[in-house]
Nanobody, 123 residues
Framework: VQLVESGGGEVQAGGSLSLSCAAS????????VAWFRQAPRKAREFVAG????????DYTDSVKGRFTISRDNAKNAVYLQMSSLKPDDTAVYYC?????????????????WGQGTQVTVSS
């Protein structure tokens, strides 16, 4: 399975962006998908995750109420809709996939990673 992100860019604070992650290959093995981000000089952190079935979604506290993760099974795609963006949201955003039982916030629960897409929020 390969993951390819798209949709990053630059936006002013308070604006919105939508990220997409397209999965190719044997996507039937995926049970959980997530978005992580890594800001300069910081560790990669969990942003949002969901079961591929759609039964459960989780968010890190700093994005709750502002970001929404969703998926389109027919397109093998995962999305991250981001609104009310802040400069602190500036980072490279990565799509990740795995076969765990829950959308775990730790990186090592995800076996497959995309190449990342840059999101820059200016003040």
């Amino acid at each position: 399975v390969q993951l390819v992100e798209s949709g990053g860019g630059e936006v002013q604070a308070g604006g919105s962006l939508s990220l997409s992650c397209a999965a190719s290959g044997r996507a039937s093995s995926i049970t959980v998908v997530a978005w992580f981000r890594q800001a300069p000089r910081k560790a990669r952190e969990f942003v949002a995750g969901m079961m591929w079935s759609g039964m459960r979604t989780d968010y890190t506290d700093s994005v709750k109420g502002r970001f929404t993760i969703s998926r389109d099974n027919a397109k093998n795609a995962v999305y991250l809709q981001m609104s009310s963006l802040k400069p602190d949201d500036t980072a490279v955003y990565y799509c990740a996939a795995g076969n765990s039982r829950v959308p775990h916030p730790r990186l090592n629960f995800y076996e497959i990673w995309g190449q990342g897409t840059q999101v820059t929020v200016s003040s």
